[in-house]
């Protein structure tokens, strides 16, 4: 069963819809008993950096999924929850994130405004081998809102997309994953990276 | 690099896909359900809903038709139609919808774009526009275009974008329902003000004019209509052919 943390950010319906629909028990919880018994965990976020991490915080929720991380259950991170899982965002100010991927996150380069930001809409990943796009291809599009960015994450990038200058759009590092995109809202493609993250196990 | 984006919109009555021409005469078409999983099949974006219903009945019945298309359709779903409050935008995004549209509850309160930005993030609050030419200047027209609000629509949109507002969609009055292709002059001058994206609405009657708004203003993000593809006039899968042989961005 995929447990996906409910801390009061953002709302949770599609994305637990789109688990149903690749055949997964997904549940949505705020219970960190819950979280540490998951076979998968789920960290979404949408908004402000600080905001969020100071709602996962207050919580008492990232214990838990950083313990479940550390204990080897796969855990994917979507958009702000992706970012979360780095050290540092410089998102107005400078805050904390849950330093499960080493990198920062930065604002995208609007290239002195020539281009609009946020970068909203669909594009084209560049992919690396990764159990969690074993059913996509290089080049598949996904949709993305956003106006931060991973960076410093070189080893742990996993997928690209280009907006001027190449972005970080999705990174994994053992059983830590982290999608800058929205899986459940891109189609076809998107059901097929959740799908294939709901097939990772725990590594024994 | 960026996809331009093909929308197809779905005006939304008692629970009903209706079209308007110029705002009156509806017809219906077809179940909301069935059309938003048949367009996120062939190729569409992005799907936009507006509820056009006044009843408080009818209301129930569109977050129920909304709610079952967000358990059956995995691309983005914005909702317009009777956005008023943050109440409002609470009860749409509750039933799954990912970015809220306001028009006529704007111009009432111009607070709520900014309280909502504040609330839900820029990316959740598109400001949509009916405008027409009046006296040879931009007009905002409030009521789904039956009243002049006498508000200069470039200033109108540049104060939106200022107070949050994540995209803007133009609906030109002037070439709603015509079919003759979008309002060029129009979308240009929108262009020429914001850097959001915009989302351009109104004239679309056939394939070749979304390759005309595309080519001629690269700042439009995304291409709006509705009857051309609820009547199968125009396939998305067939347009975004043509969009690709003509050097357009497109995910196919």
């Known amino acids: 069963m995929t447990v996906i943390v409910d801390y009061g950010v953002g709302n949770l319906f599609s994305l637990l819809c789109s688990f149903h629909a690749v055949g997964e028990n997904a549940v949505v919880s705020s219970d960190a008993e819950e979280i540490l018994k998951a076979e998968r965990i789920v960290l979404p976020g949408v908004g402000a950096f600080s905001d969020a991490a100071l709602k996962l915080s207050k919580s008492g929720l990232d214990r838990a999924v950083v313990t479940a991380a550390k204990n080897k259950v796969p855990l994917l991170g979507i958009c702000l929850g992706m970012q979360l899982l780095f050290d540092e965002s410089y998102e107005y100010g400078v805050h904390k994130g849950l330093g499960l991927i080493r990198g920062k996150v930065t604002a995208i380069d609007d290239m002195g405004g020539r281009l609009k930001i946020p970068h909203i809409g669909w594009n084209a990943l560049k992919i690396k081998d990764s159990p969690l796009f074993k059913y996509i291809k290089d080049g598949d599009h996904v949709y993305f809102v956003h106006s931060f960015a991973a960076t410093g994450c070189f080893k742990s990038v996993i997928a690209t997309t280009e907006y001027g200058a190449t972005i970080t759009a999705a990174v994994g590092e053992n059983n830590v994953y982290g999608c800058q995109f929205h899986p459940e809202k891109s189609g076809e493609v998107g059901l097929k990276i959740l799908k294939a993250f709901s097939e990772l196990k725990k590594e024994k | ?252």
């Open chain 2, 1 to 252: 690099m960026i996809t331009k984006r093909i929308i197809p919109c779905l005006d939304v009555k008692d629970g009903k896909v209706v079209k308007g021409v110029n705002f009156t005469g509806l017809k219906e078409v077809s179940s909301p359900v069935a059309l938003a999983e048949y367009y996120s099949k062939n190729g569409a974006d992005e799907l936009v809903f507006y509820d056009i219903t006044a009843s408080s009945d009818g209301r129930k019945l569109f977050t129920d038709v909304l709610r079952e298309t967000a358990s059956k359709v995995f691309i983005p779903l914005t909702v317009g139609g009777g956005i008023n409050g943050l109440d409002d935008f609470d009860r749409v995004l509750k039933c799954g919808a990912d970015k809220v549209s306001v028009n006529s509850g704007a111009i009432k309160d111009p607070s709520l774009i900014e309280s909502a930005a504040k609330l839900y993030g820029d990316q959740c609050v598109v400001l949509s526009v009916d405008i027409k030419r009046v006296n040879g200047k931009f007009t905002v027209f409030s009521k789904g275009g039956r009243v002049n609000t006498g508000l200069d629509a470039l200033e109108w949109i540049k104060r939106g974008v200022d107070s949050g507002a994540g995209e803007i969609v133009v609906n030109s009055i002037d070439t709603d329902g015509v079919k003759g292709g979008f309002d060029l002059e129009m979308l240009s001058a929108v262009c020429g003000i914001v850097s959001v994206p915009v989302i351009a609405s109104g004239g679309a009657g056939k394939a070749e004019d979304f390759i005309t708004l595309f080519k001629t203003i690269p700042k439009v993000d995304a291409g709006l209509a509705a009857s051309i593809f609820h009547f199968g006039e125009t396939n998305i899968i067939e347009l975004k052919k043509l969009m690709k042989k003509n050097g357009i961005e497109t995910r196919i």
